[in-house]
């Protein structure tokens, strides 16, 4: 398999655990700031894993000590509103939300700004108990640009979200928790050993099955409850197309675990 030296990332390191990917976001001296590279970066190696038949989920983290404190503002300052059209970074990051595969945040220390906006764009979120997540772009005079004013309130509810945007504070880790922005809050050093945990977990499930879950999740959030059921219909009867079906349902009738293929 191709590591991050061999795909020339400066940015990032990619790693494969097994059949779990782990990208880790590598600036920090400027606390993982999300440069345009870097989330070119993120988005070429996501595309890689979600090629490699292997590999069945991945883990996005920042390291022990940051995951991201945002966008990079000196990256940012001068540009012009065509500036932002042209670079179509929109695009880029969007990407990080339609990775197929289950893609579990690992997040320590800051997650700010279009940091905090990366991990809510995964499918869950394993906090270390030093994580402080927010959106502090109101105190540069903009706001959020990648989901930030649209996942919280899907998340947390419309006034938790109103505090976060237009105060820009932070939300610990076990506020964020009681919250149900996060799945679990461990010790710092174990976060990307408990994500990983979760994603190997994640990798023993039918990879097609586990594609529509997430799919049909992540459209209970755009869609009205009518049709968010019908979609969730469909993609229950394709997986009887599946043969991971018949050997799931096999395999509990002769009292096995099931051996998924992905097909
Ligand atoms: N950008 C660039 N450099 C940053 C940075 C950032 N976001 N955050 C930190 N750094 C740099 C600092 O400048 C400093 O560099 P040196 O001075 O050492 O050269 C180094 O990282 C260490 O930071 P500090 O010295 O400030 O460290 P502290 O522990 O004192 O403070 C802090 C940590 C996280 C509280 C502080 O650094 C901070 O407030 N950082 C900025 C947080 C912030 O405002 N984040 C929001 C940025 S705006 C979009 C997608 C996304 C976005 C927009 C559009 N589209 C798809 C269209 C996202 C926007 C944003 O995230």
């Known amino acids: 398999m191709p590591d991050d030296t061999a795909m020339g990332y400066e940015n990032i390191l990619l790693d494969r655990d097994g059949p779990v990917g782990v990208v880790t976001l590598n600036r920090p001296k400027v606390l993982n700031a999300l440069s345009p590279a870097l ?4 988005t070429d190696a996501l595309s890689h894993l979600e090629d490699e038949v292997e590999i069945r989920a991945a883990v996005l983290t920042g390291g022990p000590r940051v995951f991201a404190a945002g966008a990079d503002i000196g990256d940012m300052a001068e540009r012009s509103p065509v500036d932002q059209l042209l670079r179509d ?4 990051w969007s990407r990080v939300a339609s990775f197929s595969k289950p893609l579990i945040a690992a997040v320590n220390g800051y997650a700010l700004g279009g940091g905090c906006e990366l991990a809510l764009m995964c499918d869950m979120i394993v906090a270390g108990d030093s994580a402080r997540f927010g959106q502090p772009e109101i105190n540069l005079g903009i706001i959020p640009g990648a989901g930030g004013t649209q996942r919280w309130p899907r998340t947390v509810g419309k006034y938790v979200a ?11 880790a076990q506020r964020a928790y009681q919250l149900g922005l996060v799945n679990r809050v461990v010790p710092a050093e174990v976060t990307l050993r408990v994500a990983v945990d979760i994603a190997r977990q994640l990798a023993t499930k039918p990879p097609l099955a586990l594609r529509l879950a997430k799919e049909s999740v992540n459209k ?11 979609n969730e219909r469909k993609n229950f009867y394709f997986l009887f197309a599946t043969e991971d079906q018949k050997e ?7 009292k096995r675990r099931g051996e998924f293929k992905g097909r």
């Open 89 to 92: 970074q929109t695009g880029r």
């Open 220 to 230: 209970s959030l755009e869609t009205p409850l009518s049709e968010g059921l019908s």
């Open 248 to 254: 799931g349902m096999r395999a509990f009738l002769e």
């Open 162 to 172: 109103m505090e976060v945007n237009l105060i820009g504070g932070q939300v610990s």
């Open 39 to 42: 989330i070119a970066e993120v």
